[in-house]
C-alpha cells in the first residue's frame, strides 16, 4: 500500500515535470514580447533592454527553465523582486508574484466547484436512481428527456440566460458575490448559493443518465437476485446493494470531472463574475501575461495528478477487489 | 389435468411442502410470448429430494425461481397455482413472498461468483439473511453465520467470513452459498445446478454435503441439473422436463432404469462414456424448440425418432397427457407410444452402457 502510494507520487512528479516543460516550451520559447508589453507607451530600446535584464531574459533560454523550475521548488530572486516558493514566476503586467494572484483566485473555484459537486451529486444520484427504478415508464421517460434537452444546450449559451433572466432582469436570485468563508461564512454561503443551484443542476444532467444506466446494469446482476432471495425489502435492496455497486463507476468519472473542473469554471466564473482561476487565465490570455498563463496550467496539472490519485485510493476502499499494488 | 394424482410417489405420513398445479409462467417480448413454463405440475413431501432434469430452455430454472417469486412481476406472466407450506403464492403480496423466501424457501444459484455481492464481506451477507427473518443483535447473526459456514465444511470460518467474495475459491464459496442457503432452516431448498461451475471432486463433496444436511434438517430439496450422473447420486425422484412440461416424472430408479420417453432415452444416450475407445458423442437431433412458437401436438415430435410408430401422425396433431402408464403404478409419463417399455428394452437399453 505505501509503496503503492510512493510509486504513484513518483508517477505524478514525472508527469508534472513533462507538463512543466511543455508548458514552458510552449509560453517562453514562442514568438512573444514580455519585455515589450510591460514596457508601455513610451518605450525606449534602453528600458527594454532593462527590463529584459530584470525579468531575466536575455539569458540562455536553458538557463531561464532552470530558473523557472529552481523557483517552483526554492523560490526566486527575480531581480531584486523577492519571489517566496513555490514561485510561479511574475506577472509582466500586474508585476506582483503570480503565486500571489493564484493563491487569490484558487478558493473562489475551489468553492464553486465544491458546492456544484454537493449539489450535482446528489441530483445525479437521487434522478438517475429514481429514473432506474421506474425504468420504462412516463416519470423516467420525463427525467431522461429533460436531461438530454439539457445537456444538448451548451452551458454558457444556458449560463447567460440564467444570469440575464434570473439575476439581472427579475432578480430572482441575487447576484453571485465571493467572499471567503474564513472572513465570513455565512456570505460565503449566501453569495455562492444561486450558482451552486444553477451550476450543480446543469451538471447533473450528464449524470442522471450515467447513473440510471449504471442502476439498470446493476439491476440484472446475479447479486440482486441474491439480496431478494434472501427475504431483504426493496428499499434495503435499492441503497444497500444496488446502490453500493452502482456508484463505484460514478466516483471515478466525478473524481476526472472536478479535476478539471477546478483547472478553471471558466464560463461559469466569467459570466458571473468572480475571480477564479478560469477568469485569472482569461485575463491573462488577453494580456499576454504569459507567466500567470502558464501558472495556471501547472496549478491545473498539480490539481489533475493528485486527484488522480485520490480517486484511486478511495476505488480501492469502495470495490475490495482493487488491490493497491 | 389439475385432476391427476400430483405425485407418483405419495409417501403416507410425510408433510407436504411444495404443490404447483397447472403452473405457466410466460414473458411478454418484443419477438412474441415467450411460453417458458406451460402447465406444470409437480409436489414435493419433507425430506425428499426432487432432480429436475432438462435441457436448457426447458423451463427447469424458471419454474423454480417462480417458487422464489423471485420473476419481475412487470414483465412476467404467471397463473396456475404454488403453495408453498400453505399459502398460495401465485397472485400473493410481495411482502407475503419476501417474508417465505429464505425462511421457508432459498435458493442456492448456480454461479456463486456472480451471486454473491462483490463488495461486501462474505458473512455479512449472509448473516444480513438471518437478521431479515430473526430478531437478534448482529453479534449474534454473526455467531450463527460462523457457525454455518464452520457446518458446511469451510476451514477457519472465523477469518473466512470476514473475507470478500474474490478471497474465496469456487468451492468454497459455492459452499458459503449452500450456507447461506441454510441459515434460516429452510424447509424446501433449492438448488439451481450447484455443482456445474465446479470440478468433479468438488462436486461430489458438495453433494454429500446437500445429503448430509438434508438428513439432518429433514428439509426438501429441488435440484435443478442436467448432469444425470448428479442425480442418480442424490435425487429420490426424478422429474424430466421439455419445453416448458414435464415428460416424464418417477422416482430415480424408474426413470432412470427403466425410461418411457423418448426424450429421457435420448438424455441418457446422450451422457458421455467413460472409455478409451474414443468415438463421437451421441446428441438427440435437431434443436431445443423455439419457446414463441412451440411444435403442434407433443413439443417433442420433431426430434423424436418414433413418431412413426404411433399411427396417424398423432404426435403432431395431439399432445400427449402426462399420466400413469400400462406398467406403472406411479411414474407418470407423456408420450403415445403404445409400448415404449418394449421399444426401450429391445432397442434402446442395449446402447445405455
Not at chain 1, 445525479?124 to 420504462?136: P, S, V
Request: hydrophobic content about 45%; charged content about 20%; overall charge neutral.
Amino acid at each position: 500500500m505505501l509503496v503503492y502510494i510512493l510509486r504513484r507520487v513518483l508517477l505524478g512528479l514525472s508527469v508534472l515535470l513533462a507538463a512543466i516543460v511543455a508548458t514552458f516550451c510552449i509560453f517562453f520559447l514562442g514568438p512573444s514580447d514580455p519585455a515589450g508589453a510591460l514596457c508601455g507607451r513610451q518605450c525606449t530600446p534602453d528600458r527594454i533592454v532593462q527590463i529584459e535584464k530584470d525579468l531575466g531574459l536575455n539569458k540562455p533560454k536553458t538557463e531561464q527553465f532552470v530558473t523557472y523550475t529552481k523557483g517552483l521548488v526554492a523560490g526566486n530572486d527575480l531581480g531584486g523582486k523577492k519571489c517566496d516558493a513555490p514561485c510561479l514566476g511574475w506577472s509582466y503586467v500586474q508585476n506582483r508574484p503570480v503565486t500571489d494572484m493564484v493563491k487569490q483566485a484558487f478558493p473562489v473555484t475551489v468553492s464553486i466547484v465544491i458546492g456544484g459537486i454537493v449539489v450535482y451529486s446528489t441530483l445525479g444520484i437521487l434522478f438517475g436512481m429514481i429514473a432506474a427504478r421506474f425504468r420504462g415508464k412516463p416519470l423516467d421517460r420525463v427525467i431522461v428527456g429533460v436531461s438530454q434537452f439539457v445537456t444538448s444546450i451548451p452551458y454558457f449559451v444556458l449560463a447567460q440566460l440564467f444570469f440575464l433572466y434570473a439575476m439581472v432582469y427579475y432578480g430572482l436570485i441575487p447576484r453571485a458575490k465571493y467572499t471567503s468563508i474564513l472572513d465570513n461564512p455565512f456570505t460565503w454561503f449566501t453569495g455562492l448559493l444561486g450558482i451552486w443551484l444553477f451550476y450543480g443542476t446543469v451538471l447533473s444532467a450528464n449524470y442522471v443518465r450515467y447513473v440510471r444506466a449504471s442502476m439498470i446494469d446493476v439491476q440484472n446482476q446475479d447479486y440482486i437476485r441474491t439480496a431478494r432471495s434472501k427475504g431483504l425489502g426493496e428499499r434495503k435492496i435499492a441503497i444497500s446493494h444496488a446502490l453500493r455497486a452502482g456508484i463505484a463507476p460514478f466516483l471515478t468519472l466525478l473524481g476526472l470531472a472536478v479535476a478539471a473542473e477546478l483547472g478553471g469554471a471558466i464560463f461559469t466564473e466569467r459570466i458571473f463574475g468572480l475571480q477564479g482561476m478560469g477568469n485569472l487565465a482569461l485575463t491573462s490570455f488577453d494580456t499576454s501575461d504569459l507567466p500567470v498563463i502558464a501558472g495556471v496550467v501547472v496549478v491545473g496539472a498539480v490539481i489533475i495528478v493528485s486527484l488522480n490519485l485520490l480517486v484511486d485510493l478511495l476505488y480501492g476502499l469502495v470495490d475490495p477487489r482493487v488491490k493497491l499494488s | 389435468m389439475s385432476a391427476l394424482p400430483a405425485t407418483p410417489v405419495a409417501e403416507s405420513g410425510r408433510e407436504r411442502i411444495l404443490e404447483v398445479n397447472d403452473l405457466q409462467v410466460q414473458f411478454p417480448t418484443a419477438d412474441g410470448l415467450v411460453n417458458a413454463v406451460n402447465g406444470l405440475t409437480y409436489s414435493l413431501d419433507m425430506g425428499r429430494t426432487l432432480a429436475i432434469v432438462g435441457e436448457s430452455g426447458s423451463g427447469k430454472s424458471v419454474s423454480s425461481m417462480a417458487v422464489m417469486g423471485l420473476h419481475d412481476p412487470r414483465r412476467t406472466r404467471i397463473s396456475g397455482s404454488i403453495v408453498l407450506d400453505g399459502t398460495e403464492l401465485v397472485g400473493a403480496s410481495q411482502e407475503t413472498i419476501r417474508q417465505l423466501r429464505s425462511s421457508t424457501a432459498a435458493m442456492i444459484f448456480q454461479d456463486p461468483q456472480s451471486s454473491f455481492h462483490p463488495f461486501k464481506k462474505i458473512g455479512d451477507q449472509i448473516a444480513e439473511a438471518y437478521l431479515v427473518h430473526h430478531k437478534v443483535s448482529k453479534k449474534v447473526a454473526m455467531t450463527r453465520t460462523v457457525e454455518m459456514l464452520d457446518r458446511v465444511g469451510i476451514p477457519n470460518p472465523d477469518r473466512r467470513a470476514k473475507q470478500y467474495p474474490h478471497e474465496f475459491s469456487g468451492g468454497m464459496r459455492q459452499r458459503a452459498m449452500i450456507a447461506l442457503g441454510l441459515i434460516n432452516d429452510p424447509r424446501l431448498l433449492i438448488a439451481d445446478e450447484p455443482t456445474t461451475a465446479l470440478d468433479v471432486t468438488v462436486q461430489a463433496q458438495i453433494l454429500d454435503l446437500l445429503n448430509d444436511l438434508q438428513r439432518e434438517f429433514g428439509s426438501a430439496i429441488v435440484l435443478i441439473t442436467h448432469d444425470l450422473a448428479v442425480v442418480a447420486e442424490v435425487a429420490d425422484d426424478v422429474m424430466v422436463m421439455y419445453g416448458g412440461r414435464a415428460v416424464e416424472h418417477g422416482t430415480a430408479h424408474e426413470v432412470l432404469a427403466n425410461p418411457r420417453h423418448p426424450y429421457t432415452w435420448g438424455l441418457l444416450g446422450s451422457v458421455p462414456k467413460l472409455s478409451a475407445s474414443g468415438g463421437n458423442l451421441r446428441t438427440i437431433r435437431g434443436l431445443p424448440p423455439s419457446l414463441i412458437n412451440l411444435p403442434s401436438g407433443c413439443s417433442f415430435h420433431p426430434r423424436c425418432d418414433f413418431s412413426d410408430r404411433v399411427p396417424g401422425g398423432l404426435c403432431s396433431k395431439e399432445l400427449p397427457g402426462l399420466e400413469v402408464r400400462a406398467g406403472d403404478t406411479t411414474r407418470r409419463s407423456r408420450c403415445h407410444l403404445a409400448d415404449p417399455a418394449g421399444i426401450f428394452d429391445a432397442e434402446i437399453a442395449s446402447t445405455l452402457e
